[in-house]
C-alpha cells in the first residue's frame, strides 16, 4: 500500500522506515570482528569499510571471507581484520583506524576511503611502512598505493541517464540530488550522469543539480521534500546517485503519491528497501555494483602484492542496470540477493 502523509507520522514510525540507513552510501554500524586464518604464521590483513551494518559493506565482508577461504585452500592462511567507522561521514575516526592498523603491524590493508582527500596521509604512511594498501569502492588522491578496485563510477552515472532518459522518453524535466562532498565514488557517478544528460539528451531540462542529501536516508528525504516542495508540479524524472538518496527519495514521492512512475526515479545501490521499492514499481531502475567481487579481489591483491606477485593497478568490477523485468535473472539476482549467509554468520 502507497505510504501516504508520511511527513505527518510519528517519530518512532519515520525512524523505523529508515533504521536500516542511518548513514550513508551505505550505512554503518561499529564494532571489529576477525576472522581467524587458523596459523600462527597467517597474514594479517585489515579491511577497512566506509561503513558495517549497510547490505553494500556487509557484501563486500563477504567477498574478503570468500577471499580468504579460497586462499587457505591453497595453503595461505589469511586473518581477516573488518572495523569500520561509526559513521560514514566521520573521516577521523577513519583515519585512526587505519592509523591504529599501521601501529599494530598488520600485514596489509584493504581499505574504502571516506574522503578523496582526507585519508591520503595515513595511506601513504602506512605504503612507507611496507604495509600494502588497496583501495577499493572509492578513489583515493595519490598514486601510491597497490591497486584501485571499483565500479567504473562515472560509466554507472552515464548508465543512469541512459536509463532515465529512456524512461522519460528523451524529454522533460529532471532533478538530480547528489550526495555527499568529498565522496569520489559518488562525485564520479554524478559527473557522468550530467556529462551524458547533456551531450546525449539536450531535451531534458535539469531544472536542479546542485543540492546535497547527506549521509543518512533521513538527510537524503528531508533534501528531496524541499525539492520537491518547489518542483513538484514540474518534474518528471530523478536520478539519485547512491542507496540512501534512492531509499530517501522514493519515501517523498510516496508521500505525494507519485512514486508509482509517475515520477521516474532512477537510483543506485541494492538494499532491502530499494529492492523491494524496485519490485513494486516505485523505482525504475537500479544502477549495480558487485561490491562481494570488490572485497574479494580487495584480499586477494594484497596477498598478492605481499607475495611479490604482479597487480594491475586497476580492477573494474563492473557495472549492470537493474529493471523490475530483469530482476529475477540469474546474472542480476546474484548482485540483487548476494549470498551474505553463505559467508557471513550474522
Not at 216 to 241: H, I, K, M, W
Not at 317 to 331: I, K, L, R, S
Request: proline share 4%; with cysteine; aromatic share 6%.
Amino acid at each position: 500500500m502507497k505510504t501516504q502523509n508520511m511527513k505527518h507520522l510519528t517519530g518512532s514510525i519515520l525512524t523505523a522506515f529508515l533504521a536500516a540507513g542511518i548513514v550513508g552510501c551505505g550505512p554503518s554500524g561499529s564494532g571489529e570482528s576477525e576472522t581467524d586464518g587458523g596459523g600462527e604464521d597467517a597474514l594479517t590483513i585489515a579491511v577497512i569499510p566506509k561503513g558495517t551494518s549497510h547490505e553494500f559493506w556487509k557484501s563486500i565482508h563477504a567477498g574478503a571471507i570468500k577471499a580468504q577461504r579460497e586462499l587457505k585452500e591453497k595453503g595461505v592462511d589469511v586473518e581477516i581484520i573488518w572495523k569500520g567507522p561509526l559513521r560514514e561521514n566521520d573521516r577521523e575516526q577513519q583515519i585512526q583506524i587505519v592509523e591504529n592498523f599501521i601501529g599494530r603491524g598488520v600485514d596489509g590493508i584493504a581499505l574504502a576511503p571516506l574522503d578523496f582527500d582526507a585519508l591520503v596521509a595515513p595511506v601513504e604512511t602506512a605504503m612507507d611502512a611496507d604495509i600494502p594498501v588497496v583501495i577499493i569502492d572509492s578513489a583515493l588522491n595519490t598514486e601510491k598505493i597497490v591497486s584501485y578496485i571499483s565500479t567504473d563510477n562515472y560509466k554507472g552515472g552515464e548508465t543512469g541517464a541512459d536509463r532515465l532518459a529512456e524512461l522519460m522518453g528523451g524529454q522533460g524535466k529532471a532533478i538530480l540530488l547528489r550526495y555527499m562532498v568529498g565522496s569520489a565514488s559518488t562525485e564520479r557517478r554524478e559527473e557522468g550522469f550530467l556529462k551524458a544528460m547533456q551531450e546525449k539528451y539536450p531535451e531534458i531540462e535539469l531544472i536542479s543539480t546542485d543540492q546535497h542529501a547527506g549521509e543518512s536516508r533521513e538527510t537524503a528525504y528531508q533534501a528531496a521534500q524541499n525539492l520537491l516542495n518547489r518542483f513538484g508540479d514540474e518534474v518528471n524524472g530523478v536520478f539519485a546517485p547512491c542507496e540512501p538518496v534512492t531509499v530517501g527519495f522514493t519515501l517523498a514521492l510516496q508521500d505525494l503519491e507519485k512514486a508509482d512512475g509517475q515520477v521516474k526515479l532512477v537510483g543506485f545501490d541494492t538494499s532491502v528497501k530499494s529492492v523491494e521499492a524496485l519490485r513494486e514499481g516505485d523505482v525504475q531502475g537500479l544502477v549495480v555494483q558487485d561490491p562481494l567481487q570488490m572485497g574479494y579481489e580487495g584480499v586477494l591483491r594484497v596477498v598478492d602484492q605481499i607475495q611479490g606477485k604482479e597487480v594491475p593497478e586497476r580492477i573494474d568490477t563492473g557495472v549492470y542496470m537493474v529493471t523490475q523485468e530483469n530482476m529475477e535473472e540469474p546474472e542480476m539476482n546474484r548482485l540483487v540477493e548476494p549470498p551474505l549467509t553463505e559467508y557471513l554468520s550474522e
